[in-house]
């Protein structure tokens, strides 16, 4: 639309370091505003999609600082100065990408300040205890107290916003709990025409995510040790070593796969192994959209992806024993999935539906916005 595209805008995002979820939202949001100026915390330029290079990028002094772009997370501390550095005076509206703190960048008044949460920020609210479980008495400590201050931030800087989109219905939640704001629910874009169905099914499971404690990718390893059937392990991550050392034999980690081969790879698996909780959830969609069935813990964005025993299989508990009932479910059932009906709950996260939305979304604010201040 005409009056957001002629409008000075501006997109802040906590860092681009890959083309990740987030960094994908943040092209169809290009997409629709036509190349409004970037900011972040820290940037790798090199990561940045097409699109994404059609915009001029601002990053913050953090960009700066010794091995800044290797341990940004260290810096968690100065991440609210970092924000509140950027000069926004000049935009009529800000879009704030955010999983961390950008919401709190500093507007005028007149400014229309949206932001896309992609959940309040987790190792400050619900997941603490999860990202601190191992920590040892003293990291754990300091950790609390760090935790704390950005928390009080997060809770202010939340204030600053005038109208928000959660990408799921678990982050409109989070969000009315920590924030005590509303939120509407705009799910991201997910590119389901680069996945298609295949007539030959192969006799592998998938796991497919990055390697890291909260993925779970450990629980399925455990499981597959026990029950001997085939799975493949798309990813990379801190975690690659120490599950390559309990994986039996019948396990296979493929690392980093292109594109291309990661659609084959879908189309081809039995079914796909989600044991992670997240905020939206990409793979599971993705997979689906392959025509595969899921099967996936029934807790955050799976819940309002996957139909339950249409699209795939809920399992309720993080155990060996819940986990294998599930897989043995699916496979008493495996024929009785439809292919099509699968793909056509994926279409319902298509890109060209997200991009309808936010652009309807983002209209309806700056008009609600311009209202209030005539």
Request: proline fraction near 5%.
């Amino acid at each position: 639309m005409n009056s957001i595209r002629y409008s000075r805008a501006a997109l802040v995002h906590h860092w681009f370091m890959a083309m990740s979820g987030g960094e994908k939202v943040c092209e169809s949001i290009c997409e629709i505003l036509g190349a409004p100026d970037l900011y972040s915390i820290v940037a790798d330029p090199k990561s940045l999609s097409h699109t994404l290079r059609k915009s001029s990028l601002e990053t913050s002094f953090i960009q700066r600082l010794p091995k800044a772009k290797e341990l940004y997370r260290y810096y968690a501390p100065l991440f609210p100065l970092a924000v509140e550095s950027f000069d926004l005076t000049s935009y009529d509206l800000v879009i704030s990408s955010d999983s961390s703190v950008v919401k709190g960048v500093k507007t005028l008044p007149e400014t229309c300040h949206i932001c896309v949460c992609y959940s309040p920020m987790r190792y400050a609210w619900n997941a603490f205890h999860d990202y601190t479980r191992n920590f040892g008495p003293i990291k754990r400590g300091l950790t609390a107290i760090l935790m704390n201050y950005l928390a009080v931030y997060d809770y202010s800087a939340s204030a600053r916003v005038d109208f928000f989109a959660a990408i799921s219905e678990t982050t409109r939640k989070r969000i009315k709990k920590y924030y005590r704001r509303d939120a509407v629910v705009i799910y991201p874009p997910c590119d389901v025409d680069r996945f298609y169905p295949s007539e030959r099914i192969d006799d592998y499971y998938l796991f497919a995510g990055r390697l890291v404690g909260y993925k779970m990718a450990g629980l399925a390893v455990k499981v597959f040790n026990a029950n001997k059937k085939r799975l493949l392990i798309v990813g990379e991550g801190p975690e690659m070593q120490r599950l390559k050392a309990m994986a039996s034999k019948n396990i296979e980690f493929l690392g980093w796969v292109p594109d291309d081969e990661l659609s084959k790879v879908y189309a081809n698996c039995r079914a796909l192994i989600f044991p992670g909780e997240e905020d939206f959830g990409i793979v599971p969609v993705e997979a689906q959209a392959s025509g595969r069935p899921v099967i996936a813990y029934a807790k955050g964005g799976a819940l309002e992806t996957v139909i339950p025993d249409q699209t795939g299989i809920f399992f309720y508990d993080r155990s060996v024993e819940s986990l294998t009932m599930a897989i043995n479910k699916l496979e008493k059932r495996i024929d009785k999935f439809d292919t099509a009906k699968i793909v056509q709950n994926a279409c319902r996260f298509s890109k060209s539906n997200f991009l309808a939305r936010f652009e309807d979304f983002v209209s309806r604010c700056i008009e609600e916005h311009c209202l209030a201040f005539r």
